[in-house]
């Protein structure tokens, strides 16, 4: 069973990050990055379903190579190697499936996982428009994955609005996960020094043929506004009275 993870270094969430003065981005200067979470719990599952029916886990990367200390804790994890695309930052959603695709082409895994979300830009597209470029079945809001069939099909429970919702897709198959997939293993001590000599290939994005063009351009960003201060009220009426008048929530 071959396995292609993908990560993507994010600004850490808990830092308080600034904009910059044009409003086009984030100022990432002395902010650490980490890995998105849901693609964490993207690598952990890779690694449980190596664990059960063996294979390998493949780590990939839509980045620069700042991006190295990301993919190596990822290989801390125990992932086998990993394979960085090096591209500009700042690609749309369409780019870096694209991207993706053409490492698929080449790799030919069984499964391909990656979060379902990234927490810095939440655009939840590139796992749907990967499937969509490679003509792959998908599943989307893993909460639960199971492989059947001796690992020719594999069994998605998501969260729907109803419940809980169960699909079979045939692999190879693109899945992207949930929160309550799993819980991500920490990095070992040992796994953090065999991470240093795990294979990281690079690959120069302008190789792949790839029109990354942006589609999608970004024309400003804003902080959101500063909660207001609480205010007392004398008893239960007058706060019904300010909720339906003032805040206009009854």
């Known amino acids: 069973m071959k396995i292609l993870a993908a990560i993507k270094p994010i600004p850490n969430p808990d830092e308080k990050v600034k904009i910059k003065p044009d409003g086009t981005g984030i100022i990432l200067d002395n902010i650490k990055m980490v890995i998105n ?44 190697r990993a394979v960085l695309v090096e591209a500009e930052k700042g690609l749309d959603a369409l780019a870096v499936a694209k991207f993706m695709a053409r490492v698929v082409e080449r790799e030919k895994p069984d499964l391909v996982l990656l979060g379902k979300q990234a927490v810095d830009d939440d655009n939840s597209q590139v796992g749907q428009i990967l499937a969509a470029l490679l003509s792959w079945p998908q599943a989307t809001f893993a909460s639960r994955v199971e492989l059947v069939a001796g690992g020719k099909k594999a069994q998605i429970t998501r969260e729907v609005d109803g419940g809980l919702e169960t699909i079979e897709v045939s692999l190879p198959a693109v899945v992207t996960t949930d929160l309550r997939l799993n819980e991500p293993r920490y990095a070992s001590l040992p796994g953090i020094m065999k991470a240093k000599k795990k294979e990281l290939m690079v690959i120069p994005g302008a ?24 205010r007392k009220v004398a008893d239960v009426a007058e706060l019904v009275a300010k909720l339906r008048n003032e805040s206009k929530v009854l």
Request: aromatic content about 2%.
């Open 37 to 80: 979470p849901f693609c964490e719990i993207a690598v952990e599952e890779g690694l449980r379903i190596k664990e059960k029916l063996g294979g390998e886990v493949v780590i990939l990367t839509i980045g620069t190579r700042e991006d190295e200390q990301q993919i190596r804790t990822a290989l801390a994890m125990g992932a086998d």
């Open 207 to 230: 190789s792949l043929g790839v029109d990354a063009a942006p589609k999608v351009r970004i024309l400003s960003i804003a902080p959101p506004k500063e909660r207001a201060a609480g």
